[in-house]
């Protein structure tokens, strides 16, 4: 059973859960997790200015995603930024490459799900997630959330990340912050939920 993380990351917050959500999904036996970033689309002029080069040093070693790659695997978890309350347009451009996996169905009825960052508490983190699964749903995937088994989504005794849609991590107005011991928690209480189901969905 093959399980899929694919991200994209600018300062690293989305990578750091996206290892968390592969290392949730390692538990469940028999699962072969495998790691992707999408292309980055921005010049590196712009990463330079928006000092996001160094940052991403940090994950160059994962391999780019092909988007072929979506259709060999039996469950995908992405991981996607928040940008104005949406998934960031490096992610959106590589789920547009999908056309020929839509046309041939080749998504259909695997699992999906998704996981994400935003610099400000209520900066869009579940419209990001619940936008995504849109796109998830026209692939014909089955969403899977973070369910509230995940009890850490209940804390109100500090700031984080986590809802019913998704594990998600507070980056802070600079990305001064990386996602708490709760938001690793849920990232890979994410990815083990949605292996052991991708393994009863592919039985
Ligand atoms: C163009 C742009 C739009 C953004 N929009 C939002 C937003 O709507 N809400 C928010 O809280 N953060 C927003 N951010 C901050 C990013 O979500 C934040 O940098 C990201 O979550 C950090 O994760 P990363 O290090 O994995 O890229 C935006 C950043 C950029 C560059």
């Given at each position: 059973m093959k399980v899929l993380v694919v991200f994209y990351s600018m300062y690293g917050h989305v990578y750091r859960l996206a290892e968390a959500i592969a290392e949730g999904a390692r538990t469940v036996a028999g699962t072969q997790v495998d790691m992707r970033r999408v292309p980055e689309t921005l010049p590196e002029e712009a990463l330079k200015k928006m000092g996001a080069v160094d940052a991403q040093k940090a994950f160059a070693h994962i391999p780019v995603c092909k988007i072929e790659e979506l259709a060999s695997a039996d469950a995908i978890l992405f991981g996607a930024p928040t940008r104005f309350g949406n998934m960031c347009g490096q992610m959106r451009q590589f789920l547009d490459a999908a056309i020929q996996l839509w046309v041939s169905g080749a998504l259909v009825g695997k699992a999906g799900s998704v996981f994400t960052s935003s610099a400000?508490?209520?900066?869009g983190q579940e419209s990001t997630i619940l936008s995504f699964h849109i796109t998830l749903l026209h692939l014909g995937m089955v969403i899977i959330g973070l369910p509230y088994?995940?009890?850490?989504?209940?804390?109100?005794d500090e700031i984080t990340g986590g809802s019913p849609y998704g594990a998600s991590t507070i980056a802070g107005g600079q990305g001064e912050r990386m996602p708490s011991e709760n938001e690793l928690a849920a990232a890979r209480f994410q990815g083990k939920h949605v292996a052991t189901i991708a393994s009863k969905l592919t039985k």
């Open positions: 400000t508490q209520h900066g088994t995940f009890q850490g989504q209940m804390r109100i």
